[in-house]
């Protein structure tokens, strides 16, 4: 990833991540799985391109995937880039119909001023949070207050690096809204996902 952002080629493996992205969610709506939707990671260089825009609309349309179905995950540090055309662009995009996240929240810049002046809807709470949650005051505290923001700001919350029961039951207590993490599987190829969405699927076996 290090080598694709220092030689410019994140942004067409961006584009193409974003359009295999929208061409399975929308072969696993045609296969039933109606509530599926997707989240994109966009590099900081791709944010910055100007085409962003054209390529998400582009990816939409060839694809037939409602636009609600898509997020878009950005940094703190791409947020905090260029704040003005940082904020049209979001607008832009959620205009569209696209969802917003902020990701590894607490990382970056941990300007509360964002919260407010970008239109997000999803505010994805570091792994680095996450992973002591259940021995650590202090990362408990601060996914506390984390969730608490959000929720007064009208923002869901995704928890990363959720690995154990333990931490989901805190996250449940404290009313983070969804969880993300090898607890429930490690990444796996677009066939295994299909036949874990298919057996999840199916009505229980006759006992």
């Avoid at 993490?181 to 295994?192: D, N, T």
Wanted: net charge negative; aromatic share 6%.
């Amino acid at each position: 990833i290090s080598l694709a952002d220092e030689t410019g080629l994140i942004v067409d493996i961006g584009g193409w991540v974003l359009d295999e992205a929208c061409r399975c969610c929308r072969a696993w709506h045609q296969a039933g799985f109606t509530d599926m939707h997707v989240s994109v990671n966009v590099s900081a260089m791709q944010f910055g391109q100007p085409r962003l825009l054209e390529a998400v609309r582009d990816a939409l349309a060839r694809t037939h995937l409602p636009s609600g179905c898509l997020m878009l995950e950005i940094t703190e540090s791409s947020l905090m880039e260029n704040a003005e055309s940082t904020a049209g662009m979001l607008r832009a995009l959620r205009n569209m119909g696209v969802r917003i996240s902020v990701d590894d929240f607490g990382t970056g810049y941990s300007s509360l001023s964002y919260l407010k002046r970008f239109p997000l809807d999803v505010i994805k709470i570091d792994k680095s949070f996450v992973r002591d949650l259940c021995v650590d005051e202090e990362d408990a505290a601060i996914v506390r207050a984390i969730i608490a923001l959000a929720h007064s700001m009208r923002r869901s919350t995704i928890a990363e690096g959720v690995e154990t029961q333990a931490q989901i039951d805190i996250l449940k207590r404290e009313n983070c809204e969804f969880f993300q993490g090898f607890y429930f599987g490690r990444p796996m190829v677009l066939e295994r996902i299909v036949e874990r969405l298919a057996a999840q699927d199916a009505p229980p076996a006759p006992s």
